[in-house]
């Protein structure tokens, strides 16, 4: 398992460590964004939010993982929540 923190793609220069990327050994992704786990990458690519909330910072975070990771921009808050 890899964790680090996940790089800004907006016009701020950072996330301060409120945002880090989870790399399983399997292939899957994670973001958590401050204490909460609210996003995963599939190792099939399948994109699913974990998260209930929404607030304007985890959308901000959401997009950075997005692009982080190549993936096409998707609004956080049109997701349905998948339990995982």
Known sequence: MKIFDLPCFDTRK???GKAQCIEFEDGTKVL???????????????LLRTWGGNSQTTSRHFNSFLIFYGLPPVKFNTLEVTPV
């Open 14 to 16: 950072s996330f301060y």
């Open 32 to 46: 958590k964004s401050y204490d909460t786990f609210v996003a995963q990458i599939q190792p099939s690519g399948e």
